[in-house]
């Protein structure tokens, strides 16, 4: 019961052995109680509720993804493309987002010559340094574009100029770009499975591991079959359709 809850999670708080394991015990207790006086807790993805459910919250779960606006999209419009076969990252360049597993991408498909580029859209800002940095050293400037922060609309945009996304993270509770991506038709390669019920292996996209190797073959499978990548790309639409804001307050309300 609850007159319970609160003395047996602080005998799970006390430290035992290492900083790091009261550190994970007092926010698995923390979550855990935090949750009891819910009857019905709403989370964005598959990955949150496994979660939640390891931290030993009782409550009913219900996934429900972040609806997308159709009207930020223009899907009609067709902007000239470059020659080569266009990736596009969108999200925070930082560590937790994999975002080195990229350049080890770019830098094994510069190594085989193929004419493939990367665009990077995103703030950092101490990784952003970083990453241009790196990207300088290993002399993939013309491989590799990495815009920063954009305004919405502007980085919005480049979803309709490019050929697939790619997604390497491992860390996102259900990263809302990859459902942008596939809603302007892009296949996906991607690591995580879980953070949308979209990223589906063979279906939607490639999930490949999060290292260089694995991303680059995906890469170059989709290169290579043009047929395949719209397929992929087809189906990740219908679904991300599915994730519109009207559907899903509606889901909300029912």
Partial sequence: GQQ?????????????????EWNENMVRNV??????YFQNVIVPSQKMKDKLRSYGVKSRITILPTGLDPAEFDLSTKPKRRSSFELL?????????NVDVLVDTMKELASQKANVHLTMVG???????????????????SYITITGGLPRQKALSYYQQSDAFVF????DTQALVLNEAAYTKLPLIFS?????FIAEDKQTGIQAK???????????????????????GQAAHLRATKLTIDNQARRLVT
Avoid: C
Avoid at 168 to 171: A, D, E, H, K, L
Avoid at 192 to 196: A, G, N
Avoid at 216 to 222: E, G
């Fill in 31 to 36: 979550v855990r109680l935090s949750y009891i």
């Fill in 192 to 196: 995580d499975p879980e953070i949308s």
């Fill in 168 to 171: 390497p993270s491992m860390t």
């Fill in 123 to 141: 703030p950092g800002p101490h990784y952003l340094a970083r990453t241009r940095k790196r990207v300088s050293e290993l002399k993939l400037g």
């Fill in 4 to 20: 319970k809850a609160w003395p047996e999670s602080w005998q799970g708080i006390k430290p035992k052995k290492t900083f790091k």
């Fill in 89 to 97: 990252y969108v999200g925070r360049i930082s560590r937790e987002k």
């Fill in 210 to 232: 999060p290292n260089g190797q694995s991303f680059s073959s995906a890469v170059i499978r989709l290169m290579n079959q043009p047929k395949l990548a719209r397929k992929y």
